[in-house]
């Protein structure tokens, strides 16, 4: 499940936010906010992308890098959420 | 005429009057009293004071945006020194750059960037006496840390002169190194006169601080606040980029004076929400630092119609040189951006030509001011600061903005865009050249070239064209981490563009028209 999870994220933020990249350069580590990949704007989109495609709801606090910078970050948060 | 007090008397001056009220809010965690603050500062005072501080010098601090850095500025300026905040988020490499070449005789510094920081200073010959905070907040790390030595012997607030520095803001530089703008008590404090006049501040008010400390923004945040007993409402970096957070904390702490670049003004109006708060309180939304768009603005203002609206414009050298006040409602048809208005009270305006020679009224020409609060110069840089200024006959030195300007009506400008290669993103400004210099250092990169386009959503969109060592094609992730060790993360590229090499023009230099057409 969480792996699925996983994997849907990442096809989004390669095909948003990276176009053309390598997806084995997308690490499970990789700092999205910190290195500037996902700015503000990003952030958002990428908020409402996870609201949507997983039916659940994020707090405002939680849209920061604390909690979305890295794909293991995003998907533990989505993971928590739909339990 | 009040500029001949210190930066620091007004603050001293609003502890005597009102200890009791809330001077700073750290929102959901902590406030401190005018009295505590006071104190705080004070304590710092006599620490740095032990420490060898002497009026003249410098003093650095690397904090995050917390009460602990508000009573560090006030400390700083009561012993005599100036203070040199750097940006926390930025690379260790820069900020130690910046400490060591302004000879910072002190360093403030969270534990959390002290051993990077400490290994940069090290590499750089630089050793400031480094004053390291468990962390930030309250006030209770700048407190622990001093309470961690003997306590020092009391000394007394420094009587600053007017031309003694207060401050050094550093801003890009199109050497590729960051440049350090000095301002003086005198520039510092005509500045927030001229606020006090014109925006009329009160105890009762509750300023927002959404700019960080090393942003030109926050001296009237931080300084015009705590002049007049009001309250200063801290909003940390990761809450100051999220429009919905940004809503909330509007509306539960009451902010009645708003001040921030527009980029997060049209974040806000376009998905904070607003509708679903209470903003009575809020008088006055100021913007500074980068065009605001009309149709975000719109927006923005038939969201909140009650408070009164102020484009205010400047480069770091003067503060705010020119203001406007945006009559609502915007009208529908109106796409032009708005002016930036009139040359404030207590500086000049003139437009030149090249050659300095003003320029017939519709005219386009560059934005020159004199005035009280026009910079001294740039740290360690003469040649520069010769440049930055022109003198006229009558011997005044008028700073050329760089900034090409139509004065539209009388003593009302329009800004029409930059003489060189410096743009403007969210609110900061971005010397091209730096972040060319920056890309320069990675090992596979032959020729770089960066050049900013315009965009509606973002502002600025910037585009590094690069060709490498035998033709690779760095990836978007290698290219944007390898920057972020390098360059605060406005400066980062949004785009890498790469190519065999990069068109020239006949004399070999690299074609930047072609580039911008490449788009």
Known sequence: ?83 | MTTSRPLHQAFIDAAARYPERVAVVEPGSATIAYRELDRLSDKLRDRLVELGVVPGDRVGFYLRKSIDGIAAMYGILKAGAAYVPVDPGAPPGRNAYIMQNCAVRVALVEAQFEERFRAELTALGATPNLIVLPGVGGGDGLQTALDAEAPASAARSVESRSEDLAYILYTSGSTGRPKGVMLSHENAVSFVDWCSEVFAPTHEDRFSSHAPFHFDLSILDVHVSLKHGAALVLVTEDAGKDPQRLAQLIANEKISIWYSAPSILSLLAQFGGLPGYDFARLRTVLFAGEVFPVKHLRTLTELWPHPRYFNLYGPTETNVCTYYEVELPVPAERTAPYPIGAVCSHLLGRVVDEDGKLVPFGTEGELCITGRGVMQGYWSLPEQTARGFFVDSNETRWYRTGDIVVEESPGSYIYRGRRDRMVKRRGYRVELGEIEAGLYQHAAVKEAAVVAFPDEEAGVRIVAFLSAQDGQRLSLIEMKRFCSERLPLYMIPDKFSWHDALPKTSTDKIDYQRLKEMG
């Open chain 1, 1 to 83: 499940m969480t792996e699925q999870v996983k994997g849907a994220i990442k096809a989004f933020i390669l095909k948003e936010f990276l176009p053309g990249e390598d997806p084995s350069n997308l690490t499970d580590d990789l700092p999205l906010i910190t290195t500037g990949i996902l700015d503000s704007i990003a952030t958002l989109k990428l908020v409402l992308h996870l609201e949507e495609t997983f039916g659940i709801t994020l707090e405002a606090h939680e849209a920061d890098k604390a909690h979305l910078d890295t794909l293991n970050k995003i998907t533990s948060l989505v993971s928590s959420k739909m339990k």
